[in-house]
């Protein structure tokens, strides 16, 4: 009897360490961009009305920017664009982006803008069992050179 009960306890412990190994799999995420645009970050949306900043560290300058949304849909309310320079854009925004869309695009200014960070105002939509969407933040390169 005691030999089963460690034979059990055994094969009880290698299911457990293999289910363990086989749900520590890459959380990588592979995001397939157009030519010009660049990832500027992204962010997990609640259910109930949610604000988030989205900090942009990178330096360079950018035309227009768009989001992607990913997993649920989202309801967008309000969105903020502060510039590295202090300023800031409030485009009329009240938008509802399905589940693996993109925003339509917001232009920035033709000479390119420097940007520092990105408030949304924002929820997930649909079934809370579900999950939680995921928006991901694109910006255009400008390039001063376009030929």
């Not at 009897?1 to 299911?15: D, E, G, K, N």
């Not at 949306?45 to 997993?71: C, G, H, P, W």
């Not at 009240?94 to 200014?109: F, K």
């Not at 929820?123 to 579900?130: F, I, M, Y």
Request: net charge neutral; proline share 3%.
């Amino acid at each position: 009897m005691r030999i089963r009960t460690i034979y059990t306890l055994s094969l009880l412990l290698t299911l457990l360490f293999a289910s363990s190994l086989m749900s520590c799999g890459s959380t990588r995420q592979t995001v397939v961009l157009e030519k010009d645009w660049e990832m500027l970050g992204q962010s997990k949306v609640n259910f109930v009305k949610d604000t988030d900043d989205i900090d942009v560290t990178n330096e360079n300058k950018f035309t227009a920017i768009r989001f992607r949304v990913e997993d649920r849909s989202v309801r967008i309310h309000e969105l903020k664009v502060y510039f590295t320079n202090g300023d800031k854009l409030e485009p009329s925004l009240d938008d509802a982006i399905e589940a693996d869309q993109y925003s339509r695009v917001i232009e920035l200014n033709p000479e390119g803008r420097m940007v520092d960070h990105i408030q949304f105002k924002y929820r997930t939509t649909g079934n809370v069992l579900r999950g939680r969407a995921n928006v991901l933040v694109l910006g255009k390169r400008y390039n001063p050179y376009p030929y």
